[in-house]
């Protein structure tokens, strides 16, 4: 989430959106929205889990979603994934910022 916040002029620059699926609730995901001072929105999937489970990340047995960083292009093509602790990691936002600006190029 870190990487994400310091690095969001960047995807801001290559005309990207940034924002964060959870399957916490939503008076938690303010909280910590609020604590971090989060520049992007973070969204609930608390209810129902339809996101997790159209992406293929949730992990049924225990109600929640893995981490995982997806970089999805204007066509709303997945274009590149990254996920468990490499979707969390401090390089991830350039990593997938980068991936983003040579989708874009090519």
Same mark, same amino acid.
Request: glycine share 8%.
């Given at each position: ?7 969001i002029?960047?995807?801001? +620059? ?8 959870? !399957?916490? +609730? !939503?008076?938690? &995901? ?14 609930? $999937? ?12 949730? &992990?049924p047995?225990?109600?929640?979603? +893995? %981490?995982? !960083?997806?970089?999805? $292009? ?6 590149? !994934? ?16 980068s %991936? &983003?600006?040579?989708r874009?190029a090519?």
């Amino acid at each position: 989430m870190q990487a994400y916040q310091l690095g969001i002029a960047k995807f801001q +620059n290559s005309g990207a959106k940034v924002f964060a699926i959870s !399957t916490d +609730n !939503t008076p938690s &995901l303010k909280a910590f929205a609020e604590q971090l001072s989060l520049p992007f929105p973070l969204l609930s $999937d608390f209810v129902d889990r339809k996101v997790s489970k159209a992406y293929g990340v949730l &992990l049924p047995k225990y109600g929640v979603a +893995n %981490r995982v !960083t997806f970089v999805i $292009d204007k066509e709303g093509k997945i274009s590149y !994934t990254e996920s468990g602790g490499d979707a969390i990691k401090i390089l991830g936002a350039g990593d997938a910022c980068s %991936r &983003l600006a040579h989708r874009k190029a090519s």
